[in-house]
């Protein structure tokens, strides 16, 4: 099955950047959607940045401006180039991605990786 594995979090002061990755393996078929999440604690689980089943980028007002996703469609892949972190950037992040396994079916199916954890001192 399908796998996601997110790298890049760390510790970052505040103004700083850092750029996440995602990538996706496994027997996969075509990725309908990519993008990424994050959540604060006791915070709801909100979307940062994607890119839509059309091919066209996402981002939550909060970050617009200052962060950017891109992609490489050949290695399965999403990034997330974050600039000018704030402190209220800290949460962990997830990507999340909807995928068609290369099995035949036509089921998109929603995959989460585990998340990486993001944090801007102030």
């Known amino acids: 099955q399908v796998q996601l594995v997110e790298s890049g979090g760390g510790l970052v002061q505040a103004g700083g950047s850092l750029r996440l990755s995602c990538a996706a393996s496994g027997s996969i078929f075509r990725i309908n959607a990519m993008g990424w999440f994050r959540q604060a604690p006791g915070k709801q689980r909100d979307l940062v940045a994607s890119?839509?089943?059309?091919?066209?980028?996402s981002y939550a007002d909060s970050v617009k401006g200052r962060f950017t996703i891109s992609r490489d469609n050949a290695k399965n892949t999403v990034y997330l180039q974050m600039n000018s972190l704030k402190p209220e950037d800290t949460a962990v992040y997830y990507c999340?991605?909807?995928?068609?396994?290369?099995?035949?079916?036509?089921?998109?199916?929603?995959?989460w990786g585990q998340g990486t954890q993001v944090t801007v001192s102030s």
């Open positions: 890119f839509t089943s059309v091919g066209s980028t």
């Open positions: 999340n991605a909807k995928i068609r396994l290369d099995d035949g079916l036509r089921y998109l199916k929603n995959y």
